[in-house]
């Protein structure tokens, strides 16, 4: 392996983003060595610059208490406004079609309040075949609450047969056989197990073409791919900040809603004071007047302190650019997949689609002698600093983070295969 840890080396030294790497905290081993960090796509890491950034909210509510709504550098009346720029950037929408709040399946039920309108016929929840469990307890409670019986509305598609990449071809050729039935296509960006990216304009248009609503979980999408939401057409998109947007376990997640459904009064939505309208939220009306935008979904005035992580973390990808961060994200998630493949064959299968354009920066690695060994191998990385995670009933999932990863990273990580197949 030694040729692959030389030339990791020289990628590196080449990298014009590794020194964002220093922007954060790489968790250390007891020996103080740092681990080999995969688990972006499950918790990123914590930026340096956070603990400033949160002691200048703290001493904002010290110095100035109740004040602080509308005083100091970052007034919190309108604090969630401060994302919505750098947010729009990030998944490609329009500013007025995004807004920070809540947490990612809150969102999904908010989302499906307006979007998941069945009638007649038209009943069915189309999803993706093993979706994130959150998700089909979201879509079940949703399909449950309308006096729907999931058993025959909820329909999981897959890739046919054990196939876990799923074509989106198969969605067209459902939605043009069934698409009458089908009131929404809830689909995801990536796929959390298997790590497939979608093309998400090619779903919208399918669901668009025959009159279904269409919404996005982009959990492991957003900050992984680069993503034209307003484009896509799609009517709604929900994720959470905690994986790639290194925002913090169970930070204020994000939600998209296309301009065309803004000011639609006939939208079901469920209110709370933070929709109302700014200039009237104060008048303590009985009356309810929106907010312009993807603002008027808003429920509850927001958390501050947690909304200040998403900020850093936001700020560090307008830094870096997300054009930089995915093309370093396909030469390092190709650099450890072309590792895999130079010696790992009889080992791990790849489960995620090969083309860069189909994937993010996740690979699922399936152990082909099954999940005793999966999980002992799993066991053994862990052991020795290389931190990914398992998926059941048989992935391993490393997810190479370009805002903090390197190449050697990627080469230590075939160092230590090697040592778990000469030691089996
Ligand atoms: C695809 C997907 N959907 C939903 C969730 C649930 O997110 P939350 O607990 O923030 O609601 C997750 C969490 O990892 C996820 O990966």
């Known amino acids: 392996m030694k040729q692959w840890l030389e030339q990791a080396r020289e990628l590196d030294r080449q990298d014009p983003l590794l020194e964002f790497r220093d922007e954060f905290w790489i968790p250390k081993e007891a020996d103080g060595s740092e681990q080999m960090y995969f688990c972006g796509n499950s918790l990123g890491l914590q930026p340096r610059r956070l603990q400033a950034d949160m002691a200048r909210e703290l001493d904002a509510w010290k110095r100035l208490g109740v004040e602080g709504h509308f005083k100091g550098d970052a007034p919190w009346m309108p604090y969630h406004e401060l994302l919505r720029e750098p947010l729009a950037r990030l998944v490609g929408a329009q500013p007025a079609e995004v807004v920070a709040m809540n947490s990612l399946t809150v969102n999904l039920h908010l989302m499906m309040v307006s979007f998941f309108r069945p009638s007649g016929a038209r009943r069915k929840i189309l999803i993706e075949r ?32 054990d196939d876990r990449v799923i074509e989106e071809s198969r969605v067209e050729a459902y939605l043009q056989e069934h698409g009458d039935t089908v009131a929404l296509v809830l689909w995801p960006g990536v796929h959390y197990a298997s790590g497939q990216c979608f093309d998400l304009a090619r779903i919208a248009a399918a669901a668009r073409s025959v009159g279904a609503a269409v919404g996005f ?3 492991h999408a957003a900050g992984n791919i680069p993503l034209a939401l307003h484009n896509s057409g799609a009517d709604f998109a929900a994720w959470c900040s905690y994986k790639y947007l290194n925002a913090g376990a169970g930070a204020v997640a994000g939600c998209f809603i296309h301009e065309r459904h803004h000011g639609q009064e006939s939208l079901p939505r469920f209110h709370g004071w933070w929709g109302a309208d700014p200039a009237h939220r104060f008048k303590m009306a009985k009356e309810f007047r929106p907010a312009p935008g993807a603002d008027a979904w808003q429920l509850s005035n927001p958390p501050i302190l947690a909304m200040a992580p998403l900020r850093t973390s936001l700020q560090l990808f307008d830094e870096a650019g997300m054009p930089a961060l995915r093309e370093k994200s396909i030469r390092l998630t190709a650099f450890l997949a072309d590792l895999l493949a130079s010696g790992f064959e009889e080992l791990l299968e790849i489960i995620t689609p090969f083309e860069p354009k189909r994937r993010g920066c996740q690979l699922s690695l399936r152990v082909r002698a099954g999940r005793d060994e999966g999980r002992r191998l799993f066991d053994f990385l862990q052991a020795r600093g290389a931190i990914s995670d398992w998926r059941e009933p048989d992935v391993i999932r490393v997810a190479p983070v370009p805002l903090y990863n390197r190449f050697e990273d990627c080469a230590r990580l075939g160092d230590l295969l090697a040592e778990f197949s000469r030691a089996s």
């Open 217 to 219: 979980d982009l959990a």
């Open 130 to 161: 093993q979706p994130f469990p959150s998700d089909r307890y979201a879509v079940e409670s949703q399909l449950r609450f309308h006096g729907l019986e999931p058993e025959k509305c909820l329909v999981e598609l897959g890739g046919g047969g």
